[in-house]
C-alpha cells in the first residue's frame, strides 16, 4: 500500500511565496515521474509541473519562471517552490507518481489535494 501526503499549502497574499511538499510511503521499490497537477475552482485538472527520475522538469507555459519542482529520492518527496504568485494560481494542488511496488507493478497514485488561496 502506497501513500502520497502533501503539505505546506495555505493562504498567501499576490506576489507571496509557499513550498508544497509531497511525501511517498508504503512498499515503494522505486518511482519514476513525481508531478503537481491543480484544479482551480470550477475548471479541469491540469498539470503544473513535472520531474522525471532523473531529474528533467517540465512546466505549464503559465507557471514558468516562478515554480520550481525538486526531489528528495532519499525521502521518497517532491517539493513544489511557488513564487510571485498570483491570485489565478488559486486551487487544489495534487502530487501524483508513478511508483513500482512489489505487488502492483508500476502504478499511478495521487495524494489528497491541499488548497492554495492567493489573495488580491
Known amino acids: 500500500q502506497v501513500q502520497l501526503v502533501e503539505s505546506g499549502g495555505g493562504l498567501v497574499q499576490t506576489g507571496g511565496s509557499l513550498r508544497l511538499s509531497c511525501a511517498a510511503s508504503g512498499s515503494i521499490l522505486s518511482i519514476r515521474a513525481m508531478d503537481w497537477y491543480r484544479q482551480p475552482p470550477r475548471k479541469q485538472r491540469e498539470l503544473v509541473a513535472r520531474?522525471?527520475?532523473?531529474?528533467?522538469?517540465t512546466y505549464a507555459d503559465s507557471v514558468k519562471g516562478r515554480f520550481t519542482i525538486s526531489r528528495d529520492n532519499a525521502k521518497n518527496t517532491v517539493y513544489l517552490q511557488m513564487n510571485s504568485l498570483k491570485p489565478e494560481d488559486t486551487a487544489v494542488y495534487y502530487c501524483?507518481?508513478?511508483?513500482?511496488?512489489?505487488?502492483?507493478?508500476?502504478?499511478?497514485?495521487w495524494g489528497q489535494g491541499i488548497q492554495v488561496t492567493v489573495s488580491s
Open positions: 501524483n507518481a508513478e511508483i513500482f511496488t512489489g505487488q502492483s507493478g508500476l502504478s499511478d497514485y
Open positions: 520531474i522525471t527520475s532523473g531529474g528533467t522538469t
